[in-house]
């Protein structure tokens, strides 16, 4: 994921970058995401990949019914400006890609390196494997060890020892 995820750590003003599903799963993140709370340290030691995940896709889920009136689906791009930092949301079908700015940078210069993000996630997910998981199981043809040795006698290696 670092070839999504580097070109947008690299734009100026972008604090920290976090690829999460829908529903608010991180599947992987960037840049500095211990962003302490100085004015409430009783959160704990900041913000991780999970909370940024889990508040994006809380916030989604709550503009979806105040925007259903007025539109038919949510927004591909969306724009949370605060006090402090300002949060970039760029949907698509089957991700979000989430990315936190310093106080003062521009949401509107990431317009161009997010839809780039997310044309080179969709290349990298539709990229053949090299290289084949290994099998679950041991094919039926593997011999190895002492008690697969009368496997193909279909006995078990201390039958031919019993008396009888």
Request: hydrophobic share 45%; charged share 20%.
């Amino acid at each position: 994921m670092n070839e999504v995820l580097d070109p947008l750590l690299r734009v100026p003003g972008v604090r920290c970058v976090v690829l999460g599903t829908p529903d608010g799963v991180p599947i992987a993140s960037g840049g500095d995401l211990s962003l302490t709370v100085a004015a409430e340290p009783e959160l704990g030691g900041g913000l991780g990949a999970d909370a940024v995940c889990g508040l994006v896709a809380g916030w989604l889920a709550s503009l979806g019914p105040s925007l259903g009136l007025v539109a038919w689906d949510l927004p591909q791009r969306i724009v949370l400006r605060a006090a402090r930092n300002t949060i970039v949301v760029r949907r698509s079908p089957n991700a979000l890609l989430i990315a936190m700015l310093d106080p003062g940078a521009q949401a509107e210069d990431l317009r161009l390196p997010m839809e780039g993000a997310l044309a080179r996630l969709q290349r990298v997910a539709r990229r053949p494997r090299t290289s084949s998981p290994p099998p679950a199981l041991p094919s039926r043809d593997s011999h190895k060890g002492p008690a697969s040795e009368n496997a193909d006698n279909d006995v078990l290696p201390f039958a031919n020892e019993l008396p009888g």
